[in-house]
């Protein structure tokens, strides 16, 4: 076992280390920029010779964080590609749709059951459905993304029965499928914390300096969003201080 498979194995991370590497295959990181699909980069980084980054510009309301995902990107010398999808014409979330209230909360606790204003109607769902065509059209193998919800807000489009029923989907509705191929959705963080995917990360070499989940709309988090208290929650669980607020704060930012 290598230096990096035993450290993940100490870290508690055993579920992660049972996984197949991939060294031969091509893969595809759905990349917003946050937390979760900064660490599915770096996990696809480690595990991947072919890997690219594929971004969304879908009218959100936080459309920063796409300038900052082009940023890791670069830094790590990955191809990225943002596709424009404009899902304003949709409406019916906080986040495409300034009509709609941004939902802010005292404290984590204060975040309530259900599903939440911020959730943009089938966006997960629409997002697989064209990083697959994309996929298929560029001959990649896997597209990684970093969906959780143990404490994650009560997204339907991120739980292990939507990841199964888009890979049927996926096999079902492709060319590669029909000759025998299968392009492959991997979530590997589905069941985890988002501490611990954090753990994860740094254990991987991540840099979250760069990483976004405020809605707000601002590169300084608002503290207040569902997005932004779920991660201070999280740094704190991990007993680490939050890269970007180092960061912000070398700048002069806050």
Not at 153 to 164: E, H, I, K
Request: hydrophobic share 40%; glycine share 8%.
């Amino acid at each position: 076992m290598s230096n990096h498979r035993a450290a993940l194995k100490k870290a508690g991370f055993s579920s992660i280390i049972r996984l197949v590497m991939h060294q031969s295959r091509k893969a595809l990181v759905l990349f917003s920029g946050g937390i979760d699909s900064t660490t599915a980069l770096y996990w696809a980084r480690s595990r991947y010779d072919g890997l690219s980054a594929l971004s969304f510009d879908y009218g959100q309301r936080h459309g920063v964080e796409l300038a900052l995902a082009r940023r890791l990107a670069r830094r790590l010398r990955l191809p990225h590609q943002v596709l424009k999808v404009d899902l304003r014409q949709v409406g019916g979330s906080a986040l495409t749709d300034r009509s709609v209230s941004l939902p802010r909360f005292p404290r984590h606790q204060d975040i309530g059951p259900g599903v939440p204003a911020t959730y943009v109607p089938f966006r997960n769902g629409i997002f697989l459905a064209l990083a697959a065509a994309w996929a298929e059209a560029k001959g990649i193998d896997d597209i990684v993304c970093g969906f959780n919800t143990i404490d994650s807000p009560n997204y339907p489009d991120t739980r292990a029965s939507f990841v199964r029923a888009m890979q049927r989907a996926i096999d079902l509705g492709t060319d590669t499928a029909s000759n025998g191929g299968r392009i492959r959705i991997a979530a590997p963080f589905i069941r985890m914390k988002k501490s611990e995917i954090i753990r994860l990360g740094l254990s991987l070499g991540a840099d979250y300096s760069f990483s976004i989940s405020c809605y707000g709309g601002r590169e300084v988090p608002c503290r207040r969003c569902s997005s932004c208290l779920l991660r201070k929650r999280a740094w704190e669980e991990a007993g680490i201080k939050d890269h970007l607020l180092i960061r912000l704060r070398k700048e002069g930012k806050i």
